[in-house]
């Protein structure tokens, strides 16, 4: 039944599975509409199962093809978004408190707050605001890259990389967490409390750096497609230092340029008040831990399913 199945799609669907059973059994009337979230998961594994045994039969032609290579990339919204609405679960309230609180043992402040309080500068805020953006170009970039280049080495740059979001995603559900903006205002109806809301002593944005495009561009995204509580581990820094790792291995021309892109935008999670510094912490232990393991289940599983129809070559560890 699941003899085509390579490392993404146990992965995908091992996911999606794990949240439908989620929501079945734990949603506590916390999650609206969870019966068609559930059923929604349900039709999702249906229906990659049946594109995979449809792809390996030699039907469908190219959409089938598109579809079977690059369905876990056309999920990552739609199951990123969904954490926003699953994360009440198991914490009632977000748990920012406990990061605060964290944050403020270890540095005595907020840095989070602090850091571009101390930095108000035009010039400063958009190179951080570019260098967060840097993140979906670096995903998009490095996928299109490799995609040219080689397909063996993109599906595993897919692979590895939806393994490390599915987790973290997972997490999100878990430990909802929703990073400094709260210091600035209600997030999802939920305000800090106010012996926690007094520990940054400012709540506001400067002026100078709220007129620059990169910081209203990235407004717009957050509006648009921000899941609430998505803050620890932070899957910006994970992934970014993940597409880092293909570019050492694969892309060696960019690989230098592209370090020093991922080391500002983890400085930039802080600047630019995403996330507490514990939620950089995380995310590098994340990929620390979750790059070798992707790696290791990925060659294990590729091995196993045997060369696709569609890649030139066999895949080679090396």
Same mark, same amino acid.
């Not at 973290?168 to 430990?175: D, G, R, S, V």
């Not at 012996?195 to 400012?202: D, G, I, K, M, T």
């Not at 020093?260 to 983890?266: S, W």
């Not at 995310?283 to 129809?309: C, H, M, Q, S």
């Given at each position: 039944m699941f003899k085509h199945y390579r490392f993404i799609d146990y992965a995908t669907q091992g996911y999606v599975l794990f949240v439908a059973v989620l929501i079945l059994f734990f949603h506590n009337g916390t999650v609206p509409g969870?019966?068609?979230?559930?059923?929604?998961?349900?039709?999702?594994?249906?229906?990659?199962?049946?594109?995979?045994?449809r792809y390996?039969?030699?039907?469908?032609?190219?959409?089938?093809?598109?579809?079977?290579?690059?369905y876990p990339v056309l999920l990552y919204v739609a199951l990123f978004r969904e954490t926003g609405s699953l994360n009440r679960m198991f914490f009632r309230d977000y748990i920012d408190p406990l990061a605060i609180h964290c944050e403020q043992a270890l540095f005595?402040?907020?840095?989070?707050?602090?850091?571009?309080?101390?930095?108000?500068?035009?010039?400063?805020s958009e190179l951080f605001y570019i260098s967060y953006f840097s993140y979906y170009i670096m995903v998009v970039?490095?996928?299109?890259?490799?995609?040219?280049?080689?397909?063996?080495?993109?599906?595993?740059?897919?692979?590895?990389?939806?393994f490390?979001?599915? /987790?973290?995603? @997972? !997490?999100?559900?878990? =430990?909802?967490?929703?990073?400094?903006?709260? +210091?600035? &205002?209600?997030i999802d109806g939920y305000a800090l409390p106010m012996?926690?809301?007094?520990?940054?002593?400012?709540h506001t944005y400067p002026d100078a750096v709220t007129v620059g495009p990169f910081y209203n561009i990235m407004a717009v995204i957050y509006e648009l497609f921000e899941a609430p509580g998505a803050a620890f581990p932070s899957s910006h820094v994970a992934v970014s230092l993940c597409t880092v790792y293909f570019s050492f291995k694969?892309?060696?021309?960019?690989?230098?340029?592209?370090?020093?892109?991922?080391?500002?935008?983890?400085?930039?999670t802080i600047y630019c008040r995403y996330h507490y510094i514990v939620d950089v912490v995380g995310?590098? /232990?994340?990929? @620390? !831990?979750?790059?070798? =393991?992707?790696?290791?289940?990925?060659?294990? +599983?590729? &091995?196993?399913?045997?060369?696709?129809?569609l890649l030139t070559e066999i895949p080679s560890e090396k």
């Open positions: 969870w019966q068609w979230l559930a059923g929604g998961h349900v039709l999702c594994l249906v229906l990659t199962h049946l594109l995979i045994q390996e039969q030699g039907g469908g032609g190219r959409v089938i093809s598109f579809l079977r290579h690059f005595g402040c907020q840095p989070s707050v602090l850091f571009m309080e101390k930095l108000p500068y035009l010039v400063v970039g490095v996928g299109i890259a490799l995609f040219v280049r080689n397909r063996v080495q993109f599906f595993h740059f897919v692979s590895v990389i939806s490390v979001f599915y /987790i973290c995603y @997972a !997490i999100y559900i878990f =430990l909802p967490v929703v990073g400094p903006r709260l +210091f600035i &205002r209600e012996a926690v809301w007094e520990l940054a002593s400012v694969y892309l060696p021309r960019i690989r230098i340029i592209h370090l020093v892109m991922a080391l500002l935008l983890c400085a930039s995310g590098v /232990i994340t990929v @620390a !831990i979750l790059l070798p =393991l992707g790696n290791f289940l990925y060659w294990k +599983f590729e &091995r196993k399913a045997g060369p696709d129809p």
